[in-house]
Nanobody
Framework: QVQLVESGGGLVQAGGSLRLSCAAS????????MGWFRQAPGKEREFVAR????????YYADSVKGRFTISRDNAKNTMYLQMNSLKPEDTAVYYC??????????WGQGTQVTVSS
C-alpha cells in the first residue's frame, strides 16, 4: 500500500496561485497513475486532473483546464498541481490519489485550499 501526503494548500486571493505537492512512499511511484481530486463543503468529491505513470499524458476537468497544470517527478516520488488564476469556486480540500486504469486505490489526507474574493 502506498502512503500519500499532500501539502501546499492555504489561503489565497482570487487570481493568485498555489502549488500543491503529493509525496508518495511505500511502493514504486513511477509504476502508477496519479490524480488530483477536490471536495468542497456539501459537495461530492470531483476529479481535477490526472497524469499517467510516465508523465507523458495528462487530462483535466473542464473547470480547471488552462489554469491548472499537473506534473510529476518520479525521481522524487512526488506529484504536483500548479494552480493559477484561482477562483473562489476552487475552494475545496484537495486530495491526491494513486492507482491504475482500474481506478484509484490509495488517497492522501487532503490539503485545504481557500480562495477569497
Amino acid at each position: 500500500q502506498v502512503q500519500l501526503v499532500e501539502s501546499g494548500g492555504g489561503l489565497v486571493q482570487a487570481g493568485g496561485s498555489l502549488r500543491l505537492s503529493c509525496a508518495a512512499s511505500g511502493r514504486t511511484f513511477s509504476a502508477y497513475h496519479m490524480g488530483w481530486f477536490r471536495q468542497a463543503p456539501g459537495k461530492e468529491r470531483e476529479f481535477v486532473a490526472r497524469i499517467i505513470w510516465s508523465g507523458g499524458s495528462t487530462y483535466y476537468a473542464d473547470s480547471v483546464k488552462g489554469r491548472f497544470t499537473i506534473s510529476r517527478d518520479n525521481a522524487k516520488n512526488t506529484m504536483y498541481l500548479q494552480m493559477n488564476s484561482l477562483k473562489p469556486e476552487d475552494t475545496a480540500v484537495y486530495y491526491c490519489g494513486s492507482g491504475s486504469r482500474s481506478g484509484y486505490d490509495s488517497w492522501g489526507q487532503g490539503t485545504q485550499v481557500t480562495v477569497s474574493s
